[in-house]
């Protein structure tokens, strides 16, 4: 069920009507049954997978949080009698049983995402399954990177008590599968979300609009913009489009992706936001960013914090992590205290890349994104030497022309994902300083690439308004100030958005949209 | 806590350790600072930070990782 489609905006209407009617100690309940409903119609030979990661987050931590509560009271009990050595010596033994299952559930599931991942492969999907098992030769099962992600990172917390334990197994089950973040995330805490998704919520008439505001400008953001130059994409991949052409399509590009994976997230939040539940903000209007690390704290912010939590920080704090820095600031002081950095930043990114596909493209991705931070960081003196030499921070030019350095880098390095065979993508790359052909601005090349004029006029008319209220919401929140404004006046701006989606946005045969991009991931 | 002082003022000499209590919120220290950081405070402290006490309560400001070091080389 897309988001896009007429059946899932029937699906969240009968949902919240019911939600609402119902006592609100049913409220969570019926979340669970709704979600299950909503993973059953993309495809019941994908249960086991969600069923199979849900058993083994409960089992894993229930076992770990069984041993802790075990902990607590065995050393209330002896704290007289037990020396300080003693009790250091008891609480590790029961961390290092901990780590164990922990280690465990992770290797299976990831195991399990790794396997689905590589059946995405044609030659590894053969030798796995003889093309006789259809569950894993159809696809990889829906949303198996975001909610495996989100339970792994709540088993993580748990073996670190940084999360409380659920020990009944349908609200566990909920967290895993909550529909609107199936899709495409956000990757949420247990901390975070499962407070207000377990509890009961009163009909509050604000939220629901908000939510549903929210919505409408997700679908405006996906259907009027982005899915209307996908079709532009899609040609100028082709081998004739180089130099200047190629700079256009990494442009598209980051129309579309910002539109596709944004649109998406607000429709979630939105949602979510209409029956009261909070998620976490997954954008903080990235293409404001200065520099790839703001940048990178700014876009796809779950998966960041994830990687953060679960792979940056472990890695770099680890006992071989600390004796390799401890030997290295011997031998060179400055440098070697860095080296944790370094080589948690590569093992992040190589992950990081790998979660979005088992493609080389995306490995390249990854580290190119690495490269460019450590050498941003390293080169941080030398520009803040050069900023204060001349006085660049005072200028307002300054901070515009650090925006638009940091929007066309990004741009570039994000085109990889475009290019599954990496050589083409460099090939372009390199295009743009050997192939200086202006002229395709101007000559009518862009009328050929499945765009007419009209679509050109819609495309820019979408990203301006977006660009107007990107610059309104860093002021303070739209919605809030809306609010605050006649009845009229906000009705029948809500009116006239409803009405540019219906009339403007991209509908194909049948009026299904596009596939949202991270749903492949 | 004047060797933390010392090693805080190296990474960000601008910042005012003694008084700023929003490091993380206001995003002063970043990932890599924090990394580093750990690194410099096992040089000097010969104590290990794991991975699980990297949140923000405890790096918000040199008061609240000073207690940290203080509570682990106590551990």
Known sequence: MQFTSFSFLLFAAVLLTVYYIIPGKWQWPLLLIASCFFYISAGTEYLVFIALTTLSTYATTILMDNRLKQRDVYMAAHKAEMSREEKKAYKAKIKSGNKVWMVACLVLNFGILALCKACLIDPVRTAVSGGTLSFLTVGLPLGISFYMFQSMGYVVDVYRETAKTERNPFKLALFVSFFPQLIQGPISKFNQLTPTLYAPHKFDGKAVSFGLQRMLWGYFKKLVVADRIAVAIGSLKGEEYTGIAFLVLTVFYAIQIYGDFTGGIDVTIGLAEAMGIKLPENFIRPYFSKNIAEYWRRWHISLGVWMKDCIFYPISVSEPMRKLSKASRAKFPNFGKRVPVYVASVATWFCTGIWHGFSANFIVWGMLNCFVIVVSEELMPVYAKFHDRFHLKEKKWYGGFEILRMFMLMNLIRACDLFPNVGDYFRRLGSIVTTFNFHILWDGTLMNIGLTALDYAIIFGGCLTWFVMDLLQEKGPIRERLYAKPAALRYSLIFILLVVVLLMGSYGIGYDASNFIYNQF | ?75
């Not at chain 2, 290990?48 to 990782?65: D, G, R, W």
């Open chain 2, 1 to 75: 806590m004047e060797a933390l002082l010392n090693i805080l003022s190296e990474l960000h000499p601008e910042v005012d350790f003694e008084t700023c209590t929003t490091l993380i919120d206001d995003k002063i220290l970043d990932s890599f600072d924090i990394v580093t950081l750990v690194a410099e405070i096992d040089a000097e402290y010969d104590v290990a930070i794991p991975a699980e006490e990297l949140v923000p309560e405890n790096f918000n400001s040199a008061q609240a990782l000073y207690a940290l070091i203080e509570k682990l080389l106590d551990e």
